[in-house]
């Protein structure tokens, strides 16, 4: 049966590989740091424009909300008027003999 054999060696060798995946792993952190203000910038714009869109629906209801309330007086007070009409002409009426 044959022993092992142990050999001592010095292995010398280029690396190639390990400054290309450093140049890419640091273009990879510059494209994420980049894409990662953009969708700050993306997000503060979008908040802002969403912001300035509501308030104005919401004057908006406001202002339609005041427009019936006031079209609904108008009509109530104009209602109120046809109806003092009416009840004078009732009352007339009956002086001048027409049924």
Do not use: C
Request: charged share 20%.
């Amino acid at each position: 049966m044959p022993k092992n054999t142990k050999i001592k060696t010095t292995f010398t060798a280029v690396d190639k590989s390990s400054r290309v995946i450093k140049g890419l792993q640091g273009k990879m952190m510059r494209m994420t740091a980049s894409a990662s203000m953009g969708m700050r910038k993306l997000n503060r714009v979008m908040g802002k424009a969403t912001s300035t869109v509501t308030a104005g629906l919401k004057t908006g209801f406001y202002a339609m909300a005041g427009a019936a309330t006031a079209a609904g007086g108008a009509v109530w007070a104009l209602m109120k008027q046809f109806s003092k009409v009416e009840d004078a002409e009732a009352a007339f009426t009956p002086l001048l003999g027409i049924s």
